[in-house]
């Protein structure tokens, strides 16, 4: 019999019988892998099972084979803590290294990480601004959403009101509701400027003086645009179909003028272009639809080529221009002392139909336009500029006004009124702008001539 002493590897265990009575037990021996083996030696006589002896040896055999088992237990237990041991041992070796390499570098990476950790935070930050837009467009959603509920529910009742009505009678009340405003315009007299506000930029192109302008004569569906660069030595004018396509530059024809202008001070009226002729007091009245010019006359005692230019120069002596009434030119004379004269010309033969002479110097004003037979002159081409005097051609009379308006570029060569527009046209140091006006209007009554 064989008992497996596991943890025990040197240890002799010996108990012995006394001699006569013959029994031994010895354990001086061990297997290949260190554990011990115990040998039982029995006397050679038979001995019965009640005999004393052979009790006290089961009772030795059953704690050997106890003793047996529970060392087996722990010795299985052992092994398995010991290969817990080993790899622990293996893993704290690691971890020292690691800790040794940590306490060395301990700067080195506490920079290294905090460097990283303050990058991650840099490319964070700008997403704050972003989440909280994020939280505003969603609120902004939400009201969207709310006003389109309610936008839907009053159109739902719009609908269901204009459905009570029959369609035909819709139409002759708008035919009538027209009919009503067209006789209540028909009474408004001529207006009297009151505000200008603005300017638009429409579009940024050229020099830094110019012309650009529509036919206030036009169709509602004729919106072509003139574009004539620079204010001397120059011959070529562009047309576009419209606004978007002077904006996108997107040019429909080009015209070869016979002369050069001079000034920026030109009109397209009634389907021709009026411009004064380099180095004279010539207009010209040239057709777009022939190609042809079908006047010129020269305008007499008027001033030309910088003897009375407005402020910024330019060849500006005479100034074309439109307006409700008609056709006109505004220059200055010798015989006016330099002062502002106005005459209402015939837009066929450009023959002067009249004239009137103001006592505002031409070399002192920025800029004018007519409208409605009044003329409205600025202090200046420059910063500040305000529509500062005004002429009545219809009461001969003048006064001065104050009405600003925003000089936003800095230098106004062209300043024109279109009466289909109801806005001022300008050319300010390279960029085509409008200016909207407001007018004051007097309703005609049946005593009025």
């Not at 008992?3 to 108990?15: A, H, R, Y």
């Not at 030109?266 to 006047?295: E, M, P």
């Not at 006592?359 to 409605?372: D, H, Q, T």
Request: glycine share 6%.
């Amino acid at each position: 019999m064989k008992i497996f002493l596991s943890m025990f590897q040197n240890i002799t265990l010996q108990t012995q019988i006394s001699p006569k009575e013959g029994w031994q037990v010895y354990s001086s021996a061990q297997d290949p892998d260190g554990r011990c083996i115990c040998t039982v030696v029995a006397p050679e006589q038979n001995l019965c099972s009640r005999d004393a002896k052979s009790r006290q040896l089961r009772q030795l055999l059953e704690k050997v084979q106890n003793m047996s088992q529970s060392i087996e237990v722990l010795n299985l237990r052992t092994q398995r803590d010991f290969q817990y041991v080993l790899k622990m041992e293996t893993q704290m070796k690691g971890l020292k290294a690691k800790f040794r390499q940590i306490e060395d570098d301990r700067k080195t990476l506490m920079t290294k990480h905090f460097q990283e950790l303050k990058e991650k935070m840099d490319e964070l930050l700008p997403l704050i601004p972003v989440l909280e837009q994020y939280k505003t467009d969603a609120k902004l959603i939400t009201q969207f959403k709310e006003e389109i509920r309610n936008l839907s529910t009053v159109l739902t009742g719009i609908q269901e009101e204009i459905g009570a009505y029959d369609y035909d009678e819709l139409h002759q009340r708008v035919l009538s509701l027209e009919t009503r405003l067209r006789d209540c315009m028909k009474k408004l007299t001529c207006g009297k400027l009151m505000k200008i506000t603005g300017p638009i930029t429409v579009k940024i192109s050229g020099t830094r003086f110019g012309a650009w302008m529509t036919d206030p004569l036009a169709s509602e569906k004729n919106n072509r645009v003139w574009y004539m660069d620079s204010y001397t030595n120059n011959k070529i004018v562009r047309e576009y179909k419209s606004i978007a396509d002077f904006v996108s530059g997107a040019e429909s024809r080009t015209y070869n003028l016979p002369f050069k202008w001079a000034g920026t001070n030109h009109v397209v009226y009634n389907g021709s272009l009026y411009f004064n002729k380099y180095q004279s007091n010539i207009i010209i009245k040239y057709s777009f639809d022939t190609g042809r010019v079908l006047a010129q006359r020269s305008l007499e005692y008027a001033g030309f080529h910088n003897v009375y230019p407005y402020t910024w120069g330019g060849f500006s002596d005479i100034d074309l221009m439109a307006d409700e009434i008609g056709l006109w030119a505004v220059y200055a004379t010798n015989q006016n002392a330099g002062n502002i004269v106005i005459s209402q010309l015939n837009q066929d033969t450009l023959e002067v139909l009249k004239s009137w002479s103001t006592g505002y110097p031409k070399r002192s004003a920025g800029e004018s336009f007519m409208i409605c037979g009044t003329l409205y002159v600025t202090n200046s081409h420059l910063t500040g500029a305000k529509v500062y005097y005004s002429y009545s051609t219809k009461t001969s009379t003048y006064e001065y006004t104050d009405i600003p308006f925003h000089n936003q570029y800095f230098h106004i060569s062209m300043l024109d009124y279109n009466a289909r527009d109801r806005a001022l046209y300008a050319w300010n140091n390279g960029h085509q702008v409008l200016f909207n006006v407001t007018l004051f209007h007097v309703i005609k009554t049946e005593d009025d001539t």
